[in-house]
């Protein structure tokens, strides 16, 4: 399965919508709402409304979701700010989904309803390092809105569109290639996270910023995005959603872009945006091969 986008979750949506368009060199979307009327998680179990703020980077396959803190549950500020959860693209079967996701040993933690169809669930974050995944069905009662409650704008086909119109729906790649999970048992985590995304392992080796030593990963094989699964350095680090990689066609440009946004940069090799400047996530670049 390919990955169509990272949702992160933050304390301040503004700021972080600005300091991520910064960084990435994408606009963001302007701020909306997603707002089922009968959420349900395991912090709040009674359905009950979900409004969650959030902004899409219009750079696409895969995207950048930036989710404000809510609730009691998922999005709750115990969460703590950071990568959240990786999304999939929309399934004709979300029940199968979730008979397949138990019989992989993962219960769901989030999910809504619409007219009794499962249109949305997350499968929990815990066995999967921390890491939600979420599967949606497409459903046209889909519960988007603007900041200020009033209907989404729509394009002339009907689609829902939560960038500017004018841009007609076109968006370009992102260029981002790799997201990166921090793990403490790794062949448990290749074993549950390649039964969960459908992608075969291989070991890699990979430069982390937090260790000055390379270490052994793997990283998931097929189209779109890869997950690299890298061991924790330290027992008390925190598994989950760590990085994010972008491929550019000129590095020496973007550091350069960056440097006049008054982005701060991590003083290591390559060009990789301080992970202070970006809800705790590192945003890595890479030149394009060729
Ligand atoms: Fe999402």
């Not at 974050?125 to 009033?150: C, F, I, M, Q, R």
Request: glycine fraction near 12%; include cysteine; proline fraction near 8%.
């Amino acid at each position: 399965m390919t990955i169509t986008h990272i949702g992160i979750l933050v304390a301040d949506l503004e700021s972080a919508r600005e300091h991520w368009s910064r960084a990435t060199g994408f606009p963001f979307s302007p701020i909306s709402r997603y707002r089922p009327p009968n959420w349900s998680d395991h912090g709040s179990p009674e359905p009950h409304l979900h409004d969650a703020r959030l902004t899409f980077c219009l750079g696409d396959n895969p995207s950048i979701e930036i989710l404000e803190f809510v609730g009691t549950g998922t999005h709750s500020p115990g969460k703590g700010e950071g990568g959240h959860h990786l999304s999939f693209p929309p399934l004709a079967d979300n029940e199968a989904r979730r008979r397949e996701l138990a019989a992989a040993g993962l219960g769901i933690d989030g999910e809504f309803r619409i007219d009794g169809r499962l249109v949305f669930q997350f499968a929990e974050a815990g066995p999967l390092d921390n890491v939600y995944t979420e599967w949606v069905e497409e459903h046209p009662g889909h519960p988007d809105v603007k900041d200020d409650l009033s209907p989404v704008d729509r394009l002339p086909d009907g689609t829902k569109a939560l960038f500017d119109v004018a841009l007609g729906g076109r968006r370009e790649p992102s260029g981002i290639v790799e997201f990166g999970v921090r793990v403490h048992d790794l062949g448990k985590s290749v074993a549950l996270w390649s039964r969960v995304i459908g992608r075969t392992f291989s070991s890699s080796v990979s430069s982390s910023s937090s260790v000055s030593s390379s270490v052994s990963s793997s990283v998931s094989q097929g189209p779109g995005a890869a997950v690299r699964l890298v061991p924790a350095g330290q027992p008390h680090e925190r598994p989950g959603l760590f990085s994010v990689t972008m491929e550019v066609a000129d590095l020496d440009a973007t550091r350069a872009r960056l440097l006049a946004a008054g982005v701060p940069l991590s003083l290591v090799p390559g060009v990789e945006v301080d992970a202070g400047f970006l809800n705790g996530l590192t945003l890595r670049f890479r030149g394009r091969p060729g």
